[in-house]
Nanobody, 125 residues
């Protein structure tokens, strides 16, 4: 089982990045996918998640609502996190994770079974 997060980088405030989470080793369609982030010296925070089915429901943390958009391409076994209007406080390592517990995705990291290695996002002011 592997989740490979990519797409991070350095961007100025107001800019955009698109993160990808490529999944292999399990039936992608069956899993909810979540994005989390962790800034230096801080706890891991939930960012967004998308439910398992085609057209799965999407959810966002208040801090990113209206700026970030999550989507999935089941044909490519990939979930995307489009991040627009980035702010310095979005600076963190971003992780994707997979879960098939319960009927919908969750904001709780403990409910996720598989995690990717993370990709660094740095937003300069």
């Amino acid at each position: 089982v592997q989740l490979q997060a990519s797409g991070g980088g350095l961007v100025q405030a107001g800019g955009s990045l698109r993160l990808s989470c490529a999944v292999s080793g399990f039936t992608f369609d069956d899993y909810h996918i979540g994005w989390f982030r962790q800034a230096p010296g801080k706890e891991r925070d939930w960012v967004s998640c998308i439910g398992s089915s085609v057209g799965g429901r999407t959810y966002y943390a208040d801090s990113v609502k209206g700026r970030f958009s999550i989507s999935r391409d089941n044909a490519k076994n990939t979930v995307y996190l489009q991040m627009d209007d980035l702010k310095p406080e979005d600076t963190a390592v971003y992780f994707c994770a997979a879960s098939r517990r319960y009927a919908d995705c969750s904001m709780h990291g403990r409910l996720y079974d598989y995690w990717g290695q993370g990709t660094q996002v740095t937003v300069s002011s």
